[in-house]
T-cell receptor, first 114, second 112 residues
């Protein structure tokens, strides 16, 4: 089975721009969660999607949004980028909803905002 | 809000010795506690998990213990090896907001 894939792997943007990141889960997985990872801050939960519905959301501003398509692929969008948005963005897929099942992480997208 | 505290932030042990990482959670209704390992430059991977109806779980050199009364759980690694060097994250599933809350991570260094 192919693992979780994320595109692009690296991205450089300037302040004020917007960005869209993509995540393709493992075949058959319907839950996709997104995380922001920065040094010293661990994994910060952004949101979880299950069957095209956002089931849960972390404490991030409205500039961060996402969606999930009928094939379970998910996208994350950040508008009006700030320097502090520079981070590794990880998505993870799992068989079921609620994150009480093993999450399989993608390689991440490294976003640099200048 | 709900949180998970993880200690220590860095742990250095001699190869062959044991390592223990501890996490404390705030929501007494939490019922699922996974541990993930992230090697340098790689993605996090589940190494062991425990549910609230179990007090201890072992998998070869790795074990997790759960104390629901005290609301803490620990990861134990015995006979540490160089490949155990990584950042370890604990997490607790909070029933109150239906969300997995993560600890800040522990960098484990295995000294030869």
């Amino acid at each position: 089975k192919a693992g979780v894939t994320q595109t692009p792997r690296y991205l450089i943007k300037t302040r004020g721009q917007q960005v869209t990141l993509s995540c393709s889960p493992i075949s058959g997985h319907r839950s996709v969660s997104w995380y922001q990872q920065t040094p010293g801050q661990g994994l910060q939960f952004l949101f979880e999607y299950f069957s095209e519905t956002q089931r849960n959301k972390g404490n991030f501003p409205g500039r961060f949004s996402g969606r999930q398509f009928s094939n379970s692929r998910s996208e994350m969008n950040v508008s009006t980028l700030e320097l502090g948005d520079s981070a590794l963005y990880l998505c993870a897929s799992s068989l079921d909803q609620g994150q009480t099942y093993e999450q399989y992480f993608g390689p991440g997208t490294r976003l640099t905002v200048t | 809000g709900e949180n998970v505290e993880q200690h220590p932030s860095t742990l250095s042990v001699q190869e062959g010795d044991s390592a223990v990482i501890k996490c404390t959670y705030s929501d007494s209704a939490s019922n699922y506690f996974p541990w993930y390992k992230q090697e340098l430059g790689k993605r996090p991977q589940l190494i062991i998990d425990i549910r609230s109806n179990v007090g201890e779980k072992k998998d070869q050199r790795i074990a997790v213990t759960l104390n629901k009364t005290a609301k803490h759980f620990s990861l134990h690694i015995t006979e540490t090896q160089p490949e155990d060097s990584a950042v370890y994250f604990c997490a607790a599933f909070m029933d109150s907001n239906y969300q997995l809350i993560w600890g800040a991570g522990t960098k484990l260094i295995i000294k030869p």
